[in-house]
């Protein structure tokens, strides 16, 4: 229990506040006062001056603050030191991902830092990606969209918008942008059902009144590059993806 309550002290006192410190620690305010106020009372000692806007240390504050500062810079490396041991273990890092281009200079730090974890990585579309976790057959996704369920931990790498393209021998070739009536005349070459790209553009075209009949589902990116360069219609892409 002390733990808690020192590391409800520390918090407040390097965020200047309680409210600040609740957010870092994913708690409630009353929690994180609580906390605090339990320290204060069991050792009968005042840690904080409240005022009504701010937070002040008093003088054993101080002194506790530098103590828990050891106390938690240990727990970090100590934390720091078992992951790195798990990472070496780990003899292969099985990746999956709808795009390797949004992960490159993450791989590229990963691999300089761990030069003896082999990494493999699979292509797949989102749908496939999130089902590839659920049956632990890779540890790390990479996704066109972050999860809705709060069941991964994670992180956005970038956001990039989603392009138009078309073979260099087609008419739209020659215009700057392609507007949705621009689509309209044309045959758009669209991915797999559980594309995060085909569901982002058909929700902006349901936004923007756009209606499309006249399309080619292709399984894959690559096999709707190949359709597209053959001069048959508009692909859509992420804009990080379309220099692989």
């Not at 994180?32 to 009504?52: A, P, T």
């Not at 720091?80 to 390797?100: G, T, W």
């Amino acid at each position: 229990m002390r733990y808690v309550q020192l590391r409800a002290f520390h918090y407040v006192a390097i965020c200047g506040g309680f409210s600040r410190a609740a957010e870092r620690l994913f708690l409630t305010q009353p929690a994180i006062s609580d906390q605090v106020r339990k320290l204060e009372d069991e050792y009968d000692i005042l840690l904080f001056k409240r005022h009504r806007k701010e937070i002040v240390l008093t003088p054993i504050g101080e002194k506790l603050l530098k103590i828990t500062q050891r106390l938690f810079d240990t727990e970090g490396q100590a934390l720091e030191l078992i992951s790195e041991n798990k990472v070496v273990r780990m003899s292969n890092l099985r990746i999956v991902a709808d795009s390797s281009q949004h992960i490159l200079n993450v791989l590229s730090h990963f691999q300089r830092k761990h030069p003896n974890v082999g990494i493999s990585i699979n292509s797949g579309n989102s749908e496939s990606v999130i089902k590839s976790l659920r049956s632990y057959e890779a540890e790390i996704g990479v996704v066109g969209e972050i999860p809705k369920s709060n069941e991964f931990d994670t992180i956005l790498l970038n956001s990039t918008p989603i392009t138009a393209f078309v073979a260099t021998g087609h008419p739209l070739a020659k215009k700057d942008h392609i507007s949705f009536h621009d689509l309209t005349k044309n045959l758009l070459i669209m991915r797999e059902h559980g594309s995060k790209t085909r569901k982002k553009f058909e929700e902006v075209a349901k936004i923007a009144g756009f209606e499309y009949t006249h399309y080619i589902i292709a399984e894959g990116r690559e096999a709707v590059r190949e359709i597209v360069a053959s001069g048959l219609g508009v692909g859509l892409v992420s804009i990080a993806e379309f220099s692989e």
